[in-house]
């Protein structure tokens, strides 16, 4: 099963970061609680809901959200009663959300194994999203009303920040609106994983604070290195074909910046004539692909996922000088260096 320690070694934390041995150890040994309190929470009477439920938690993941609810909880007490049942709240929230996107994409793969809808039928995979939201929604029961309204308040962006992509910017500027659907529908829960883990573990609400709008930070910056990662990687590095997004016609941030004009180079009227047509037949996709890698976009893309992740290390530094803050920056490090 894929974690965020699959790659550990010695003192090495999630996500091969080079972090404080104990913390290590620590965040190890309460992921592991979190991975079983996820397979206690998708067990049922029901064959059929049992089986479809617990389909994506057994494919494994990175617990990215999970992860970051127990280096938030470092900057109180780690060991509150409400820290893990935390990271599987957001984890549950994750991938029922999963589940959906599935069904809209019409996916049919989803972390090397076939798709629930594939595999079931789309009903069956509406119906699990559902119920892993209210498994989360029963476990947060349990958290107190503050932790209820977080996490109904983030899933009220992902929400909003689905709906914005599927119409459209409209008359709206395409880049920002962009953005702004990738910091609700990816930026909103990463932000609440780090508000639970601070806010239930007791730390100052000023720290709390900071961490939730570093995270969602990171949140941008994670969606921002996929981006480039999906044009600029081999199939081994990004774990899916490249140049997805092109085929199935999905804008993402290189995309937005030729399409506003960055480049002046001989091949950029090819380039956006191709970006704004079918890319399905593989002739096409091929050239556009290419076109693209080669493109000023990628380094403009490049920077902006800096910025970002810039942005997020200059708020980190703010807080206490603890091995947690110190794994929060290496997270600044290591979204930007997974596109290098």
Same mark, same amino acid.
């Given at each position: 099963m894929?974690?965020?320690?699959a790659?550990?070694?010695?003192?090495?934390?999630?996500?091969?970061?080079?972090i404080?041995?104990?913390?290590?150890?620590?965040?190890?040994?309460?992921?592991?609680?979190?991975?079983a309190?996820?397979l206690?929470?998708?067990?049922?009477? $029901?064959? *059929?809901? %049992?089986?479809a #439920?617990?389909? /994506?938690?057994?494919? !494994?993941?990175?617990r990215? +959200?999970?992860?970051?609810?127990?280096?938030?909880?470092?900057?109180?007490?780690?060991?509150a009663?409400?820290?893990?049942?935390?990271?599987?709240?957001?984890?549950?929230?994750?991938?029922?959300?999963?589940?959906?996107?599935?069904?809209?994409?019409?996916?049919?793969?989803?972390?090397?194994?076939?798709?629930?809808?594939?595999?079931w039928?789309n009903?069956v995979?509406?119906?699990?999203? $559902?119920? *892993?939201? %209210?498994?989360? #929604?029963?476990? /947060?029961?349990?958290? !107190?009303?503050?932790?209820? +309204?977080?996490?109904?308040?983030?899933f009220?962006?992902?929400?909003?920040?689905?709906?914005?992509?599927?119409?459209?910017?409209?008359?709206?500027?395409p880049?920002?609106?962009?953005?702004q659907?990738?910091?609700?529908?990816?930026?909103?829960?990463?932000?609440?994983?780090?508000?639970?883990?601070?806010?239930?573990?007791?730390?100052?609400?000023?720290?709390?604070?900071?961490?939730?709008?570093?995270?969602?930070?990171?949140?941008?910056?994670f969606? /921002?290195?996929?981006?480039?990662?999906?044009?600029?990687?081999?199939?081994?590095?990004?774990?899916?074909?490249p140049g997805?997004?092109?085929?199935?016609?999905?804008?993402?941030?290189?995309?937005?910046?030729?399409?506003a004009?960055?480049?002046?180079?001989?091949d950029d009227a090819?380039?956006?004539e191709?970006?704004v047509?079918?890319?399905?037949?593989?002739?096409?996709?091929?050239?556009?692909?290419?076109?693209?890698?080669?493109?000023p976009?990628?380094?403009?893309?490049?920077?902006?996922?800096?910025?970002?992740a810039?942005?997020?290390?200059g708020?980190?530094?703010t807080?206490?000088?603890?091995?947690?803050?110190?794994?929060?920056?290496?997270l600044?490090?290591?979204?930007?260096?997974?596109?290098g």
């Amino acid at each position: 099963m894929s974690s965020a320690f699959a790659e550990e070694s010695g003192g090495t934390g999630p996500f091969g970061l080079p972090i404080d041995a104990a913390l290590a150890a620590d965040v190890k040994e309460r992921l592991a609680s979190v991975e079983a309190r996820l397979l206690e929470s998708v067990r049922g009477d $029901d064959p *059929l809901l %049992a089986q479809a #439920s617990k389909h /994506l938690v057994e494919a !494994g993941g990175k617990r990215f +959200r999970p992860t970051l609810v127990l280096l938030a909880a470092q900057f109180g007490d780690p060991a509150a009663p409400g820290v893990v049942p935390a990271g599987v709240v957001v984890e549950l929230t994750h991938l029922g959300s999963l589940y959906h996107d599935d069904v809209m994409d019409e996916a049919t793969v989803r972390r090397g194994q076939e798709s629930a809808n594939a595999r079931w039928t789309n009903t069956v995979a509406i119906l699990t999203g $559902d119920y *892993l939201f %209210a498994r989360a #929604s029963d476990i /947060l029961a349990d958290l !107190g009303p503050e932790s209820v +309204r977080v996490q109904a308040r983030a899933f009220a962006r992902l929400v909003r920040g689905q709906i914005q992509e599927t119409v459209g910017p409209a008359d709206a500027d395409p880049l920002k609106h962009y953005l702004q659907v990738v910091a609700d529908k990816t930026g909103s829960l990463i932000a609440v994983s780090g508000q639970l883990g601070a806010m239930l573990a007791g730390a100052p609400p000023h720290v709390t604070d900071t961490i939730t709008s570093a995270c969602e930070k990171i949140g941008v910056a994670f969606q /921002l290195s996929d981006d480039i990662l999906d044009i600029d990687s081999n199939a081994e590095q990004s774990g899916k074909t490249p140049g997805t997004d092109l085929r199935e016609g999905i804008r993402t941030l290189p995309m937005h910046h030729v399409l506003a004009g960055v480049g002046s180079g001989p091949d950029d009227a090819r380039l956006r004539e191709l970006l704004v047509q079918d890319l399905t037949d593989d002739a096409l996709h091929a050239e556009a692909l290419a076109l693209l890698r080669g493109h000023p976009a990628m380094e403009r893309a490049r920077a902006d996922l800096r910025r970002w992740a810039e942005d997020a290390r200059g708020e980190l530094l703010t807080l206490p000088d603890i091995p947690a803050r110190a794994a929060f920056t290496g997270l600044c490090d290591y979204v930007v260096s997974r596109t290098g």
